[in-house]
């Protein structure tokens, strides 16, 4: 096998393992009976029980790709020994980094898209508002890209940014995906939009 392919082999590897264990939280919730509880992409969302839930679902697919990534793992032991060594080697490199990745919040990393906490702030905010204690009268926290604000009288709520939330991404096919494939995730915030709640992303 030639050098050329060799690396080739390598990279397809670990763009194989780079996808894998991201399967749950890239394609679970994004088809349309998933999401009929929210506004499209990229509105911000009112504060509910459904919220709160789907922030705890997108938290178990975080986790569950440490179980996934088992696949691309045991496919790279096979390959290096049965198989093609550099496309194994690929797929062990970027597993391997993955699971660092992941394992790195055990030890003060950063944490996280979706946390518990994130969850109970949410549901906090959403029973103040039921209670109108919140803001004004008429308390309708909703969860834009760089906080939660009231949609009646404008009040920033929280600045706790907004990750991904599973929804189906407008525009064209692969932008959306490759963006959240980068973005792993985690808020989009852009510098445009730290004055307030802009709704860019
Ligand atoms: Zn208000």
């Known amino acids: 096998m030639s050098f050329i392919a060799s690396i080739g082999y390598f990279f397809f590897g670990v763009a194989i393992a780079v996808l894998v264990p991201r399967f749950p939280f890239l394609l679970m919730t994004r088809t349309k009976g998933f999401n009929t509880h929210f506004p499209p992409h990229p509105e911000a969302i009112p504060l509910s029980p459904y919220l709160t839930q789907r922030v705890l679902h997108m938290r178990m697919f975080y986790w569950l790709s440490l179980v996934v990534v088992v696949l691309p793992l045991g496919l790279g032991i096979a390959s290096i020994r049965w198989g093609n060594a550099?496309?194994?080697?690929?797929?062990?490199?970027?597993?391997?980094?993955?699971?660092?990745?992941?394992?790195?919040?055990?030890?003060?990393?950063?944490?996280?898209?979706?946390?518990?906490?994130?969850?109970?702030?949410?549901?906090?905010?959403?029973?103040?508002?039921?209670?109108?204690?919140?803001?004004?009268?008429?308390?309708?926290?909703?969860?834009?890209?760089?906080?939660?604000?009231?949609?009646?009288?404008?009040?920033?709520?929280?600045?706790?940014?907004?990750?991904?939330?599973?929804?189906?991404?407008?525009?064209?096919?692969?932008?959306?995906?490759?963006?959240?494939?980068?973005?792993?995730?985690?808020?989009?915030?852009?510098?445009?939009?730290q004055d307030g709640h802009s709704e860019e992303e």
Not at 143 to 154: D, H, Q, R
């Open 86 to 193: 550099a496309f194994g080697f690929g797929l062990w490199v970027s597993s391997g980094w993955f699971v660092l990745n992941r394992l790195q919040y055990f030890v003060g990393g950063q944490p996280p898209p979706w946390t518990k906490e994130m969850a109970v702030e949410l549901q906090i905010l959403a029973d103040e508002a039921e209670r109108s204690s919140l803001c004004c009268n008429w308390a309708s926290p909703h969860w834009g890209v760089t906080g939660i604000y009231c949609a009646n009288c404008n009040k920033l709520l929280s600045n706790m940014a907004r990750p991904d939330l599973g929804r189906k991404r407008q525009g064209r096919w692969p932008m959306g995906f490759l963006r959240l494939l980068f973005s792993d995730g985690y808020p989009m915030l852009t510098f445009a939009s």
